[in-house]
């Protein structure tokens, strides 16, 4: 699946424009953060500007280890009308401690939602800010009740999440989730070139915003319909390109 993150409503409208090429809509505001969150309101109008059909996922911020402060926030994006709900465990420096945080979203969210996904975030640059390791996000999410673990980067500095962790070890955060029968999400600067690898270790949801914005400028840059398009092209050629390998294998 495709999740394109716009800042706002006015992306939101253009990511409207491009929705035959993407599965979900997620709301962030990348001047708090790398999962920084977006208002409320902003959630609410940006699940009326997109079709029905397409999920909304909201993050909840890069989070601190304040478990009671985070499911209440996480309750909000689920009552603004998220079906996704993303937590960052950027405050969180043990397993222990992001189980603590997930499970306090989990109550608040499913007591609300049951329908509802809640997604516990790691951080492929964990050693630049000092947060869980990337491959305990799995265990964490599992043990949790989340549904699903992702990774992204924590310092939007140009860096990317193949910078910080290569392929082999994405492949296994993938293998550790669907392991525990959780969906597996990652993030973090993708760009086209990403997909190959990401398709061949059975990513479940790759995360994008830069690669989509006017210019690759997540920040200053704008999401761009045609660029989500020729994005969703590339994704699917991959997976076409890669059944077809599997198919000739077994054969």
């Given at each position: 699946m495709?999740?394109?993150?716009?800042d706002g409503?006015?992306e939101?409208?253009d990511?409207?424009?491009?929705a035959?090429?993407?599965d979900?809509?997620?709301?962030k505001r990348?001047a708090?953060?790398?999962?920084?969150a977006?208002?409320?309101?902003v959630?609410?109008?940006?699940r009326?500007?997109?079709p029905a059909?397409?999920?909304?996922?909201a993050?909840?911020?890069d989070?601190?280890?304040?478990?009671?402060?985070?499911?209440q926030a996480?309750l909000?994006a689920v009552?603004?009308?998220a079906?996704y709900i993303?937590?960052?465990?950027?405050?969180?420096?043990?397993?222990?401690q992001?189980?603590?945080?997930?499970?306090?979203?989990?109550?608040?969210v499913?007591d609300?939602?049951?329908e509802?996904?809640?997604?516990?975030s790691?951080y492929?640059?964990a050693?630049r800010?000092?947060?869980?390791?990337?491959?305990s996000?799995p265990d964490i999410?599992?043990?949790?009740?989340?549904d699903?673990?992702m990774?992204d980067?924590?310092?939007?500095d140009g860096?990317?999440?193949?910078?910080?962790?290569?392929?082999d070890?994405?492949?296994?955060?993938v293998?550790r989730a669907?392991?525990a029968?959780?969906?597996a999400a990652l993030?973090?600067?993708?760009?086209?070139?990403d997909?190959?690898a990401?398709?061949?270790?059975?990513?479940?949801?790759v995360?994008?915003r830069g690669?989509?914005?006017q210019?690759?400028?997540?920040d200053?840059?704008?999401?761009?319909p045609?660029?989500?398009?020729?994005?969703?092209?590339?994704?699917d050629r991959?997976?076409?390109?890669?059944?077809?390998d599997v198919?000739?294998?077994?054969?």
């Amino acid at each position: 699946m495709l999740l394109i993150s716009p800042d706002g409503v006015e992306e939101a409208l253009d990511c409207a424009k491009a929705a035959e090429h993407l599965d979900i809509v997620d709301v962030k505001r990348p001047a708090e953060g790398s999962l920084g969150a977006n208002f409320p309101w902003v959630i609410r109008e940006v699940r009326d500007a997109v079709p029905a059909d397409k999920p909304v996922s909201a993050t909840v911020g890069d989070v601190p280890y304040k478990p009671g402060t985070v499911a209440q926030a996480a309750l909000g994006a689920v009552v603004s009308g998220a079906t996704y709900i993303k937590v960052g465990l950027y405050g969180c420096t043990t397993p222990e401690q992001g189980v603590e945080v997930m499970r306090a979203v989990v109550r608040a969210v499913k007591d609300h939602r049951p329908e509802a996904l809640v997604v516990a975030s790691g951080y492929a640059d964990a050693h630049r800010v000092g947060c869980v390791n990337p491959l305990s996000v799995p265990d964490i999410a599992a043990r949790s009740g989340a549904d699903a673990a992702m990774l992204d980067t924590a310092v939007k500095d140009g860096t990317r999440l193949f910078d910080h962790l290569p392929p082999d070890v994405c492949a296994e955060f993938v293998r550790r989730a669907h392991a525990a029968d959780l969906l597996a999400a990652l993030a973090g600067s993708v760009r086209q070139a990403d997909l190959g690898a990401l398709t061949r270790m059975g990513t479940d949801i790759v995360g994008v915003r830069g690669a989509v914005c006017q210019g690759g400028d997540r920040d200053a840059g704008r999401i761009r319909p045609d660029l989500v398009a020729a994005f969703r092209a590339e994704m699917d050629r991959q997976a076409r390109e890669y059944a077809a390998d599997v198919a000739a294998a077994a054969s």
